[in-house]
Nanobody, 118 residues
Framework: QVQLVESGGGLVQAGGSLRLSCRAS????????MGWYRQAPGKQRELVAA???????NYADSVKGRFTISRDNPKNTVYLQMSSLKPEDTAVYYC????????????WGQGTQVTVSS
């Protein structure tokens, strides 16, 4: 089993920045990819950003140029740097890890709330 623990959420004014962290309990070398998703009230969960084991990244169109995903393998941690935040970025942000072995599976964190005030 793998546990993912997110931190860094909070309340910020529009235009501000936050950095989310997600620390895995197992070595993230064994992941295909790690990513951040978000879910706003009344909406479906959506992909925000993802990063592969090789370092390739992809972003939702709505966050391109404002958010940056990165990973620190020795620390088993993935980050989401969020800048120029908008009220529409308000959501619960979830970390996801796709392990290929030996703990193969799709794992989720508990979520961290990000609230952007106008």
């Amino acid at each position: 089993q793998v546990q993912l623990v997110e931190s860094g959420g909070g309340l910020v004014q529009a235009g501000g920045s936050l950095r989310l962290s997600c620390r895995a309990s197992r070595n993230i070398f064994n992941t295909n990819a790690m990513g951040w998703y978000r879910q706003a009230p009344g909406k479906q969960r959506e992909l925000v950003a993802a990063i592969t084991s090789g370092g390739s990244t992809n972003y939702a169109d709505s966050v391109k140029g404002r958010f940056t995903i990165s990973r620190d393998n020795p620390k088993n941690t993935v980050y989401l740097q969020m800048s120029s935040l908008k009220p529409e970025d308000t959501a619960v942000y979830y970390c996801n890890a796709k392990y290929i072995g030996p703990y193969v599976g799709d794992y989720w964190g508990q979520g961290t709330q990000v609230t952007v005030s106008s």
